[in-house]
Nanobody
Framework: QLQLVESGGGSVQTGGSLTLSCQAS??????????MGWFRQAPGKERESVAS?????????TYSSFAKARFVISKNDAENMVYLQMSDLKPEDTATYYC?????????????????????WGQGAQVTVSS
């Protein structure tokens, strides 16, 4: 049973940076062909996608339009971690950020499909950006 644990949330001022981490519990998970992604949900709003990737050789990194120029998804196989590096943060980035995964998808293209069945989720990490 895969478990995902986020860390690294916090409060920053506009223009600041934060890096979120997502630890996968299954050994070797990030080195193999799985989808891992980041989503967020602000109070009173629907959950939205942020970034995702097929973890084998970091294929098909996909970003939502607001994330393309400011956020980067990366990984560290030795730590079995996926990261979301966020820069130039804005108050509208305030949300709870969730790590999610799809184990052994049929191919990398699945990871870019925000409507796919993301089956495993972390508990969330709060990011607050103040003006």
């Amino acid at each position: 049973q895969l478990q995902l644990v986020e860390s690294g949330g916090g409060s920053v001022q506009t223009g600041g940076s934060l890096t979120l981490s997502c630890q996968a519990s299954v050994p070797g998970y990030t080195a193999k062909g799985n989808c891992m992604g980041w989503f967020r949900q602000a109070p009173g709003k629907e959950r939205e996608s942020v970034a995702s990737v097929y973890t084998y050789k970091m294929q098909r990194p996909t970003y939502s339009s607001f994330a393309k120029a400011r956020f980067v998804i990366s990984k560290n196989d030795a730590e079995n971690m996926v990261y979301l590096q966020m820069s130039d943060l804005k108050p509208e980035d305030t949300a709870t950020y969730y790590c999610a995964a799809i184990t052994a998808p049929p191919g990398p293209w699945v990871c870019g499909d925000w409507d796919a069945q993301w089956t495993d989720w972390g508990q969330g990490a709060q990011v607050t950006v103040s003006s």
